[in-house]
């Protein structure tokens, strides 16, 4: 089973009155397993950034400015996430945003039932409590010390780790991912593989029984007992 874990960052709220996308990260997981295999990248939104969603990820116009147009690479971002189920945290957010960059460049939106939301699977665990990214992180005891301000990749690292402890903790499946080098473009899927066989060195069972030191010791112990209720008889 094949899922991405996935988060943006961009210039602001509403794609619709010209927000843009200015960074993705995915992090691939194979059985609930990271694989090490990632996607990363910044865009240059053809736009100012507002002081508002600077704040948030530091990112400006300036710095944003050297980087490719979300139109250069989304067909390797389209690679990448395959026809996998999409982690994200706040769904709806991230795909209006995807979803109208692929439409500024001529490719078909991702359905939204593709999209496993976060949010809405913590609400329905811990009912009235705390959903955000930071407070999940709190709960499940997972170090985020590294987050000073949002970051696409570092997020998704993050909610990567929240969303195995939201379906149940690290709990190794049967199956294990292949070993791959973390990577900023998709590159082929091998698939899972079955683990390999453990040798194991066998060792004879340490005795349970005491020692004759320790038999004495014990019944000179008992010797000091008065009227112990195993020397009393069933009637008493």
């Known amino acids: 089973m094949r899922e991405i874990v996935l988060d943006t ?11 843009r996308v200015v960074e993705i990260g995915c992090l691939e997981l194979i059985n609930h397993v990271p694989t090490g295999r990632t996607l990363h990248h910044y865009f240059n939104p053809e736009r100012d950034m507002p002081e508002e969603a600077f704040r948030v990820h530091g990112l400006s116009a300036e710095f944003l400015s050297a980087y490719p147009k979300f139109e250069a690479l989304a067909d390797e971002i389209l690679e990448f996430l395959g026809d996998a189920t999409l982690v994200i945290h706040n769904a709806s957010f991230d795909m209006r945003f995807i979803n ?50 949002h970051g696409a990749l570092i997020d998704a690292d993050l909610l990567a780790s929240v969303y195995l402890e939201l379906i149940g903790g690290r709990q190794p499946d049967l199956m294990a991912p292949p070993a791959e080098a973390s990577t900023s473009a998709g590159g082929s899927d091998t698939g899972p593989r079955m683990i390999d066989r453990i040798e194991r060195t066998f060792r004879q069972p340490r005795p349970h029984g005491p020692s004759a030191e320790e038999a004495v010791a014990h019944a000179a112990f008992l010797d000091k007992l008065k009227n112990p209720i195993w020397t009393r008889d069933a009637g008493e």
């Open 9 to 19: 960052e961009t210039t602001g709220l509403d794609p619709e009155t010209g927000d």
């Open 100 to 149: 109208k960059e692929l439409q500024l460049v001529g490719r078909p939106p991702i359905p939204m039932a593709r999209a496993l939301d976060t949010v809405a699977l913590a609400r329905r665990k811990y009912p009235g409590a705390q959903v955000n990214l930071d407070a999940l992180c709190r709960r499940f005891e997972i170090d985020n010390s590294n987050r000073d301000l």
